[in-house]
């Protein structure tokens, strides 16, 4: 199993960027498909972006589109979330997760591993 840590939330105003990470340890992450989540208070948690295994295709969800990406550095074991034009909306808790190869990688209920979560506020 691999052993995800995200890191790099924290407080901001609304238009500042930010850049999480998730470090993995125990097993390389090239072979699985990688995503982000978030969930806000009293809110489901939700799927906001997702990289396939193979590194080919990408999603992102609706209310974040054209203002974060997903990428990985294969070199480094790890996942980053580059977020630009924040919205006090984009308030939550931020978790990396993984899902094994072959699973459709734009399926929530396929990710299976996930991190502890980092928390970003943004404020208006």
């Known amino acids: 199993q691999v052993q995800l840590e995200e890191s790099g939330g924290g407080l901001v105003q609304a238009g500042d960027s930010l850049r999480l990470s998730c470090a993995a340890s125990g097993r390389t992450l090239s072979t699985y498909s990688l995503a982000w989540f978030r969930q806000a208070p009293g809110k489901e948690r939700e799927l906001i972006a997702a990289?396939?295994?193979?590194?080919?295709?990408?999603y992102y969800a609706d209310s974040v589109k054209g203002r974060f990406a997903i990428s990985r550095d294969s070199a480094k074991n790890t996942v980053y979330l580059q977020m630009n034009s924040l919205k006090p909306e984009d308030t939550a808790v931020y978790y990396c997760?993984?899902?094994?190869?072959?699973?459709?990688?734009?399926?929530?209920?396929?990710?299976?591993?996930w991190g502890q979560g980092t928390q970003v506020t943004v404020s208006s």
């Open positions: 997760a993984t899902a094994p190869p072959g699973y459709t990688y734009t399926t929530p209920p396929n990710y299976d591993n």
């Open positions: 990289i396939k295994w193979s590194g080919s295709s990408t």
